[in-house]
């Protein structure tokens, strides 16, 4: 056996943070980015590769998951080695080694840089609040979709919280912010915390929240400690209703979401292919056809559940979680 060369094309991905395995890469041309989350900030960090540097050593080499994701950026050729390859072609050149080892120094010196800013800094932060402080982050510089997401997870795991009346509203006022400036470009001040209250720039009115929307997060917090048959006659109440558009849009999606955790599979296709034809805009319309898929996938229908999960994929960038998810189940089902 020898090194084996190997082309990949761009926006493939070499390999995915989590993924096990005893290859290391060197790259021979292109470009290739290792993308992980800061420890401290919660940011994805672009760590870009160098033509003639080594990558993938320290999970190979330690047998631990990967902690990057390896995305290539542009047609790239990277050369994979085994560990004894490699560790033949190290041994008989001091200068990889003594090369290698001032990058892991300056790594490790980086580490330890943030877990000391984590231990000593005045208060330990607790995940629930960690995970709060993320979304502040993000809505305060105007990062609407990140901030969105941090938001609504926290609901999901922290229904009761000591943020959640906050959090509520701040998913509100960023839903707006999302709608009005998109991502951010030429929107104002985003809204941050002051005192317990939430406020722009410029003083702005508070906005109180409408039952509509009290109801449908008072049924994500339902979903969320699996709640599911109380949680759907909530959704449908608000769905039948229709008072509020954008919350009778939410609720058909989560109707769906809960009749697939009920295992009403037929009843789950029938709900997510009405709301893909009533809402072809729907910001959650591939995560429906997931679950359409899923469905055909427990109903033993394959050959349709492959469609599906066919159609995500070519709709999906590479490096979201909706495309591994994906592909994992898509795989499930080609290699069974």
């Avoid at 932060?125 to 969105?148: D, F, H, M």
């Avoid at 009005?180 to 929240?209: C, I, L, N, R």
């Avoid at 960038?317 to 592909?327: F, G, H, V, W």
Wanted: aromatic residues 12%; positive net charge.
């Amino acid at each position: 056996m020898s090194p084996k060369a190997i082309r990949y094309k761009a926006n493939s991905i070499i390999f995915f943070k989590g993924d096990r395995s005893d290859k290391i890469f060197i790259l021979n041309s292109g470009k290739v980015s290792l993308n992980y989350l800061d420890i401290e900030t919660g940011q994805e960090i672009h760590d870009p590769i160098k033509t003639g540097e080594f990558f993938g050593v320290k999970s190979a080499l330690g047998r631990f998951p990967r902690e990057e994701t390896a995305l290539v950026l542009q047609d790239s050729n990277v050369i994979a080695f085994s560990i004894p390859e490699f560790e033949q072609v190290v041994t008989q050149n001091t200068r990889i080694i003594l090369k290698m080892l001032k990058v892991f120094s300056n790594q490790l010196r980086r580490i330890h840089k943030r877990v000391q800013n984590l231990l000593y800094s005045e208060v330990a932060v607790k995940p629930e609040t960690g995970l709060y402080k993320i979304g502040e982050y993000y809505l305060k510089n105007k990062r609407y979709s990140q901030a969105l997401y941090a938001y609504k997870r926290y609901l999901v795991y922290y229904p009761s919280g000591a943020y959640a009346d906050d959090v509520t509203r701040k998913i509100e006022l960023t839903e707006e912010c999302l709608s009005k400036y998109g991502q951010g470009k030429g929107a104002p001040q985003a809204p941050v915390s002051t005192g317990g209250t939430v406020a722009f720039e410029k003083p702005a009115q508070k906005k109180e929240m409408s039952d509509v929307a009290k109801s449908f997060y008072n049924a994500i917090s339902l979903v969320s400690q699996q709640k599911y048959q109380e949680a759907f006659r909530e959704f449908k109440t608000i769905a039948d209703n229709k008072q509020d558009e954008e919350y009778v849009a939410k609720a058909h999606f989560e109707i769906g979401r809960c009749l697939f955790h009920l295992e009403q599979y037929d009843k789950c296709i029938q709900s997510f292919t009405g709301l893909v034809q009533s809402y072809p805009k729907h910001p959650d319309l591939r995560e429906a056809l997931f679950f359409v898929g899923n469905c055909y996938d427990r109903k033993g229908e394959k050959n349709r559940a492959s469609g599906f999960y066919k159609k995500i994929l070519s709709m999906e960038t590479q490096e979201s979680p909706l495309y591994r998810k994906t592909r994992k189940a898509l795989r499930a089902i080609e290699g069974g």
